[in-house]
């Protein structure tokens, strides 16, 4: 059974459209999150749930919206998808907040052409 | 701010050479995770160091925390080609309380080739 799972794992789309990812985690953990990894493999986190509701949301153009519909699942929603949006995205989930172990998806290649 | 520096950023190597990976700071961090990622997966957790100059093993690994929690190192005896990875270092983000909050703060990395 896969841990923290995403879906899809490749997306190839236009400009402008608009996008979904979706996580979900069999941990049964109370904490999720979303990171972005550029071209440069630099890692750095977009959004963070606590058991559904937003604790962390970092300098993220607000055309991204995460939603939590239970606490295993937290899914990312990306409007008028832009070409600077072309990255890695990965899901990845906690016990709780503030403890340090993540666990991370395989993550989701987006590539806006 | 808190940022953690890797170095070096690129590492090509040949079997069974030794290497060693570093990860610093100007901020004090209340631990220090590695983790290693592979293409097209996802960072996987190595090892948490938490007391300043702790010294933990895994197999060829070792990896060492500063005295004074700003820096680690990773050291790797007798490198192979399943040693390949991104390695990344990572600490939790301080509130601005000095407590800690559940997103970490990651280096930009160390890619390293093992060559057979």
């Known amino acids: 059974d896969t841990a923290v799972s995403q879906t899809p794992k490749y997306l190839v789309t236009q400009m402008g459209n608009d996008k979904s990812i979706k996580c979900e985690q069999n941990?049964?953990?109370?904490?999720m999150y979303w990171y972005k990894q550029d071209s440069k493999k630099f890692l750095k986190i977009m959004f963070s749930?606590?058991?559904?509701?937003?604790?962390i949301n970092e300098t993220v153009p607000n055309r991204f919206s995460p939603k939590s519909p239970d606490k295993a699942h937290l899914n990312l929603h990306i409007n008028s998808l832009e070409l600077g949006d072309s990255a890695v995205y990965f899901c990845?989930?906690?016990?709780?907040?503030?403890?340090?172990?993540?666990?991370f998806g395989p993550g989701t290649r987006l590539l806006v052409l | 701010t808190q940022l953690l520096e890797q170095s070096p950023q690129f590492l090509s190597i040949q079997e069974g050479e030794n290497l060693t990976v570093y990860c610093n700071s100007s901020?004090?961090?209340?631990?220090l995770q590695w983790y290693r990622q592979e293409p097209g997966e996802g960072p996987v957790l190595l090892v948490t160091?938490?007391?300043?100059?702790e010294v933990k093993k895994l197999k060829r690994l070792t990896f060492q925390f500063g005295d004074a929690r700003k820096d680690s190192s990773l050291h790797i005896t007798a490198a192979q080609p399943g040693d390949t990875g991104l390695y990344l270092c990572?600490?939790?983000?301080?509130?601005?309380?000095?407590?800690?909050?559940?997103?970490?703060?990651f280096g930009k990395g160390t890619k390293l080739s093992v060559k057979p």
């Open positions: 901020s004090v961090f209340s631990s």
């Open positions: 749930y606590n058991n559904k509701e937003l604790i």
């Open positions: 990572a600490g939790p983000r301080l509130t601005n309380y000095g407590g800690s909050q559940g997103n970490l703060i």
């Open positions: 990845a989930s906690s016990q709780w907040e503030g403890k340090e172990t993540q666990y």
């Open positions: 941990l049964g953990h109370d904490t």
């Open positions: 160091v938490v007391t300043g100059g």
